[in-house]
């Protein structure tokens, strides 16, 4: 009797099976896994694996004759450093802070800007808008304008660098219009200033209109074409405070980072915020080099074997999310690094002592444990859904795609602007929001009792469920909308290369087998399966060794493999 480990070291977490071969038979002893440490096939990661194995072998009392792995490969995944596109005209700035606001008063005022602090004794015939520096007291502000308004200023609105809206709309003698939480530091005397307020549950009007806002900042009518770009993010705002601002206008913007890439008229190169539509029509492959700008403004060329890029400012154009609640500036890629890695075969052996075999690639191992679920269709298509990337094999053909859970995660901190730690959690599933202690508003729009006290720093936020409980993650998005854009998130990552995997097939199969972790995330097996129907494939989740459901595919299937090249190794 044999025991052999098989070794599955992902991008995100390893996997391992040990098991006993009696004869052709394969008994499994232990299963488990650990988070990868370190990049796949670094030294850290090998490590890593080595503890797995001792405590699989610990814990089961056997060691393992060999060590059986596959050939690794790992995927880049992150956020590039690009700049949100442009607008066409640079004759409007916004001074929000990127802060919440609570603003105070209503409606749509211009005016030249004053701040309060300095304001002359002799008032002017033109209608001014007062700035406040976050660092002034709010009664002291309300003061300054009620004398200012008594010796005959005209002021019509107020700017807060603070908080303090409401409390100086509270203590004004007539309807003030504030705006707060605003960078009142970047603002000229006399220059032209339009602000809004509309009422509660509400937006603005007037200045998210191109042909209002030129008329309140004074702009002549050849602008209004150019303000689009402008009064387009500005639709869902309740405030809103913009200066005009004259001198030039902005260029096209260039990122530093590029992708070059196989098109149908031959080698293209585009920058990154570019590439996504044209990168998500391509086969599997087609990315040949990206160019990634480094910190200090150096781009980095990266040899690689697939690309994939995320286009957040499209998804936030197409699902209709109220405009500033996310952000879309940024633009998560995955890369999967044209070589693999260097000599982990060695490197391992010489941590664990023991022979380390490598079998096969990854996709070949995920194919053969996936087809050891029971009852599955002869000829079916495996699609192993990992953290780095997706992997569908059908009989001899196998393909192979950068972007799958690890992107999934880093685009949702990205477009939220939270921590990637917090984003694995809040992509899983369904999200409620913590209304009170004791109330929950979930996704289907209704409020049910939560059937534990929720504690302070979860209410009023969107909470996920996380390892010690409600983990909260946002607190701007209704959790509707969140739902929306998780699930336009996961559509555009792994449906998206599922779909480039298919249509790279010389043949549609029947039926699909999902393996993996991704596989586990009823959401993804949901928008897989509308993939496989719009193309009459049926699609259901793996069962490997009838004991695993579709976790350790690759770490099964390299011993599957092992026994089968045993067998014929003998019969011969």
């Known amino acids: 009797m044999t025991v052999l480990a098989g070794a599955d070291i992902g991008n995100a977490t390893t996997e391992l099976v040990l098991a006993e071969l009696r004869g052709r038979e394969l008994k499994p002893l232990w299963s488990g896994m650990a988070p990868t440490t370190g990049m796949k096939g670094d030294r850290k990661s090998l490590e890593g694996a080595a ?44 001074l929000a802070s990127g802060e919440g606001q609570t603003p105070g008063g209503l409606g749509m005022v211009s005016g030249a800007h004053r701040a309060l602090a300095r304001l002359p004794a002799e008032p002017t015939s033109e209608a001014v808008i007062v700035s406040i520096a976050a660092s002034e007291d709010f009664e002291e502000a309300a003061g300054r304008i009620k004398a200012a308004l008594e010796r005959g ?21 007539i309807e003030l219009p504030i705006v707060d939480e605003l960078d009142v530091g970047q603002l000229r005397e006399g220059e032209r200033v339009a602000l809004e307020v509309a009422p509660a549950g509400e937006s603005i009007r007037t200045l998210a209109d191109p042909v209002g806002l030129a008329a309140a900042l004074g702009l002549p009518g050849t602008e209004v074409a150019s303000l689009a770009a402008v009064t387009r993010e500005l639709g869902d705002a309740p405030a809103v405070a913009l200066v005009r601002r004259d001198g030039g206008r902005d260029t096209a913007v260039q990122t530093g980072s590029w992708v070059e890439f196989e098109g149908e008229a031959g080698p293209q190169r585009l920058p990154i915020v570019e590439a996504a539509r044209s990168l998500s029509a391509l086969p599997p492959g087609s990315a040949r080099r990206l160019w990634l700008r480094e910190s200090d403004g150096r781009a980095v060329p990266l040899a690689v074997d697939d690309a994939f890029v995320v286009d957040v ?22 890369a999967l690094v044209a070589h693999g890695a260097p000599a982990s075969e060695a490197a391992l052996e010489q941590i664990i002592d023991r022979p380390v075999n490598v079998i096969c690639e990854e996709p070949a191992a995920a194919a053969a444990g996936a087809m050891t679920t029971p009852s599955s269709p002869a000829g079916s298509a495996v699609c192993d ?10 009989g001899v053909s196998r393909q192979t795609v950068a972007g799958a859970g690890q992107l999934v995660t880093e685009a949702v901190a990205a477009t939220l602007g939270i921590p990637s730690s917090t984003a694995e959690y809040a992509k899983r599933g369904p999200a409620v929001k913590i209304e009170t202690p004791h109330l929950g508003r979930f996704e289907d729009g209704a409020r049910r009792f939560l059937d534990h006290p929720a504690p302070h720093p979860c209410i009023g936020r969107l909470c ?12 701007t998005l209704a959790p509707e909308e969140w739902r929306g854009l998780r699930l336009a ?9 599922v779909e480039r995997c298919l249509a790279a097939l010389e043949r549609t199969p029947d039926s699909i087998l999902l393996a993996g972790g991704g596989a586990l995330d009823e959401e993804l097996v949901r928008i897989t399966g509308e993939v496989g129907r719009d193309r009459r494939i049926a699609v259901g989740r793996a069962n490997v060794a009838g004991r695993f459901g579709p976790r350790f595919a690759v770490a099964h299937g390299l011993l599957v493999l092992m026994t089968s090249a045993e067998e014929a190794s003998v019969a011969a």
């Open 313 to 334: 400012e499209r998804l936030d154009d197409g699902i209709w999310l109220r405009r500033g609640v996310i952000d879309a500036s940024g633009v998560p890629l995955a």
């Open 153 to 173: 200023w005209p002021i019509v609105g107020a700017l807060c660098g603070g908080d303090d809206a409401v409390l100086i709309a509270n203590r004004v003698p």
């Open 464 to 475: 996920a469920a996380g390892p010690g409980g409600r983990l909260p993650f946002h607190s």
């Open 51 to 94: 503890r797995l194995l001792q405590r699989a072998e610990r814990e089961s009392d056997r060691r393992a004759s060999q060590v059986l792995i596959a050939k690794l490969r790992a995927v880049q995944t992150q956020v590039a450093s690009a700049e949100p596109r442009a607008h066409a005209s640079a004759a409007v700035v916004n």
């Open 385 to 394: 859904i990992g953290a780095g990337t997706i992997d569908l094999v059908a």
């Open 489 to 497: 998130l996961k559509r555009e990552v792994i449906g998206a290369n």
